[in-house]
């Protein structure tokens, strides 16, 4: 196995974002589609986000298939100002399970901007630092995401057995 790296990088959008139907923008959702397809096949995970107008993205895998993969982006006519953030060997990969999963807004990360001095997400502007932290929020999110899905998942198995029992009675 070669050396595991996580890329992370920001671009601005050369389309004009439309409203989302599904809560997801029509062209990152394309993007996203295509993305999963072609991670899962070379083994690429990572996070995107994308946020006024902005695309954020964490790419961890080998080191030669993620630098492919971030040729592919930065000659992709949808970004442009395509800007390495933060680029670092890794023991370990903080998002092994997602071939790539996109992160919707949410008022936490506003509060994550907010105590940096952000009024709105401008990733370009970001040090590597603030890149890196935001990869871990990004992280620490999921975590909570999936413990919450957890929870109601069991909340709702209990209502269920519930009403069937009261049912039953």
């Given at each position: 196995?070669?050396?595991?790296?996580?890329?992370v990088?920001?671009?601005?959008a050369?389309?004009?974002?439309?409203?989302?139907?599904?809560?997801?923008?029509?062209?990152v959702?394309?993007?996203?589609?295509?993305?999963?397809?072609?991670?899962?096949?070379?083994?690429?995970?990572?996070?995107?986000?994308?946020?006024?107008?902005?695309?954020?993205?964490?790419?961890?895998?080998?080191?030669?298939?993620?630098?492919?993969?971030?040729?592919?982006?930065?000659?992709?006519?949808?970004h442009?100002?395509?800007?390495t953030?933060?680029?670092?060997?890794?023991?370990?990969?903080?998002?092994?399970?997602?071939?790539?999963?996109?992160?919707?807004?949410?008022q936490?990360?506003?509060?994550?901007?907010?105590?940096?001095?952000?009024?709105?997400?401008?990733?370009?502007?970001?040090?590597?630092?603030?890149?890196?932290?935001?990869?871990?929020?990004?992280?620490h999110?999921?975590?909570?995401?999936?413990?919450?899905?957890?929870?109601?998942?069991?909340?709702?198995?209990?209502?269920?057995?519930?009403?069937k029992s009261?049912?039953?009675?």
């Amino acid at each position: 196995m070669g050396e595991l790296v996580r890329l992370v990088y920001a671009s601005k959008a050369s389309f004009f974002p439309l409203p989302a139907k599904s809560g997801v923008e029509p062209t990152v959702a394309r993007i996203l589609m295509q993305s999963r397809q072609n991670n899962s096949r070379s083994d690429v995970g990572g996070i995107l986000y994308f946020g006024d107008g902005y695309f954020f993205q964490a790419l961890e895998g080998e080191r030669e298939v993620v630098n492919e993969t971030f040729r592919r982006i930065c000659a992709d006519s949808r970004h442009h100002q395509v800007t390495t953030l933060s680029l670092k060997t890794v023991a370990a990969r903080l998002f092994s399970d997602w071939s790539m999963k996109y992160v919707p807004a949410e008022q936490s990360l506003r509060q994550f901007l907010g105590r940096r001095g952000y009024t709105r997400f401008q990733p370009l502007r970001f040090s590597e630092e603030e890149a890196d932290s935001l990869v871990q929020f990004f992280e620490h999110a999921r975590d909570e995401n999936a413990e919450a899905t957890r929870k109601a998942k069991r909340f709702n198995l209990r209502a269920l057995f519930s009403r069937k029992s009261r049912l039953a009675n």
